[in-house]
């Protein structure tokens, strides 16, 4: 499984970007994928899984309300909806997956996951 993130960049405060996450799978519907992000001196934090196209979708307190995550099946692909970022949202934005949907869990390490993007890199500037 290859994850490819685009959408990222600088943006400003306030600003609503979605993020795309491309997955080269042949059953990207049975995937469990999660988007995740590190800050510069933090450690990887969760944002949101979705357990597979028929499952649940969990979110990070901190970003519940705020973030959405959704996927298409047809177009094997991810998205992480973003509203009104902050500052404090500046970091690199990764997807994740996992061939074992149910196996993973919000409160679970990075580790559950198999397979990462390279990162997209989001700044947003006050």
């Known amino acids: 499984v290859q994850l490819v993130e685009s959408g990222g960049g600088l943006v400003q405060a306030g600003d609503s970007p979605r993020l795309s996450c491309a997955a080269s799978?042949?059953?990207?519907?049975?995937?469990?994928m999660g988007w995740l992000r590190q800050a510069p001196g933090k450690a990887r934090e969760f944002l949101g899984l979705?357990?597979?196209?028929?499952?649940?979708?969990y979110y990070a307190d901190s970003v519940k309300g705020r973030f959405t995550v959704s996927r298409d099946n047809a177009k094997n692909t991810m998205y992480l909806q973003m509203n009104a970022l902050k500052p404090e949202d500046t970091a690199v934005y990764y997807c994740?997956?996992?061939?074992?949907?149910?196996?993973?869990?919000?409160?679970?390490?990075?580790?559950?996951?198999?397979?990462w993007g390279q990162g997209t890199q989001v700044t947003v500037s006050s």
């Open positions: 799978a042949r059953t990207f519907s049975s995937l469990g």
């Open positions: 994740a997956a996992s061939l074992l949907p149910y196996a993973i869990s919000p409160t679970g390490n990075p580790g559950q996951y198999a397979y």
């Open positions: 979705n357990v597979c196209s028929v499952g649940n979708t």
